[in-house]
């Protein structure tokens, strides 16, 4: 389980450095700038649900069944697991594209009254296609505990993203002067690059096979019919796809909310620019009917980087899960114990300093990256309200794999429509306020992912039967990640500059890695 997981991580790490490289600059005033980058987010936010129920949810369906099955020696049944798989996601793919595609003007006319975001949508709707088809191949490697195919399609995919989608946009902009259209060459770019991602994941396949020899499958049972096998991953699969959208909550409900009801603000006499007059230098206000898509372009700077969280320790659980249902299925609990602590304790040593350097120098780490005020004040006050959601958004998605490892999707499911009432809820009643308007959705992030947490964690100790070791999982790593804040919030008193905020970064990394060897929390 450590050594797939350590794979999918060094690749996530990777993949989400080359996500940072194409989003700022992306974002910034030579290329979309505020208002742009809304139009991108827009269209963004919306797809993210889509793409990470395709890439994190779907794939992980097939790769318990596939490990269920090589795990009890039914190599055939894998076999026909993985064949199914690929007929079944095509069909969903082409579903979901289509009906993508239709909703595209009803969503526009709901969110966004000045029509701009259409172009950046439909740019994007192939992308679902070849995202489900993509999803069963790394699935079936996956529960082969083969991580490398997952890994390289990934950055595949990011390397499009990269080079062709933000070449595209800077070049679109420079020749029609159009953010629109430059919002939806970048999107363009994201649909190239699933598309190379699954080109990549099929040539490994025929070269490379999936190591099962002709020997095991003789000695494997005969498989099971193909239309029992079939409904038995549609079963499996509805509810744990439904769960993977667990951290891709706010965005959805952000895109279906936060712009138009900043909208209803404005027309009912709210001047949002007065109130945010101090941050825009003389000469460069916009008007007031732009404010809506240029404050929800600057939320989308904020959760890019409270997203890299959430981001990293996701892998964690689809490393996990073969392991995790392995052990649940031999009844062993001192190995399921053992995983599940490894599991959880990752995450924490991941998401927990993160999250406490977001909320001490949040403010400082959005005027290093982004090139506006505007997105420094406003997108730092709401980076660091994200730094609290990223206290308990960093557990979600292996809290999510580690209860459908154990059978326990259909809680996981419930849990999270709860977080998304809650989400839904605040952010409604909260962006109405003018005085909190945009600060609302990060509001409302928080509270939806901190009772997602506390409701997976109860059905976790219920369903297994002990709770995880709350000293070396969580006490531990929250108190060395609780004083390297401290220390960058120390730091960056030193002075203003983008000098001292790197400085305050790499103290707190060094406070931070003394005292995880210090109180023994790696072992």
Known sequence: MQYGTAVLLISAVIVKLIGALFKIPLSSAHCLGDEGFGFFSSAYDLFSPLYSLAMAGLPVATARTVSEHTAAGRYRDARLSYRLSRKFFLIAGIIGTAVFAALVIPFVRLTDATGKTAPALFAVAPAVLFSCILSAERGYYEGLNNMLPTAVSELTEALCKLILGLGAAFITVRLTGSTVWGAAAAMAGITVGTLFAFLYTRIYAKLKGDGITAEMLENSPEPQSGAAALKKMILLTLPIALTSLTVNIPPMIDALTVKSGLERLINGGTDLRGIYRSVFENGDMPDLSA????????????????????????????????????????????????????????????????????????????????????????????????????????????????????????????NTAVGTAVKLIVN???????????????????????????????????????????????????????????????????GSSRGVTLLAVFAAALVYAALIIALKTVS
Do not use: H, W
């Open 291 to 414: 404010f809506p898509v240029l404050l929800y372009g600057i939320r989308g700077k904020a959760y890019t980087v409270f997203n890299l969280v959430p981001a990293f320790t996701s892998v964690i659980g689809v490393g996990a899960v073969p392991a995790i249902a392995a052990a649940a299925a031999r009844g062993n609990t001192a190995e399921l114990k053992k995983n599940i602590n490894t599991v959880l304790k990752t995450a924490a040593l991941i998401s927990l300093p993160a999250a406490c350097g977001l909320i001490a120098i949040g403010g400082r780490i959005t005027d290093f990256l982004y090139d506006t005020e505007a997105s420094a004040v406003i997108g730092g006050e709401m980076l660091t309200l994200y730094g609290f959601a990223a206290l308990f958004a960093g557990f979600l998605v292996p809290l999510g794999g580690i209860l459908q490892a154990v059978g326990r999707q259909n809680a996981v499911l419930l």
């Open 428 to 494: 409604i009643i909260a962006v109405s306020v003018p005085k909190i308007n945009v600060m609302g959705s990060a509001l409302g992030t928080v509270l939806c992912f901190f009772v997602i947490f506390l409701l997976d964690i109860a059905v976790l100790i219920k369903a297994v039967g002990f709770a995880p070791d709350s000293v070396n999982v969580f006490l531990k790593p929250l108190v060395s990640a609780a004083l390297c804040g401290l220390a960058a919030r120390l730091t960056v008193m030193l």
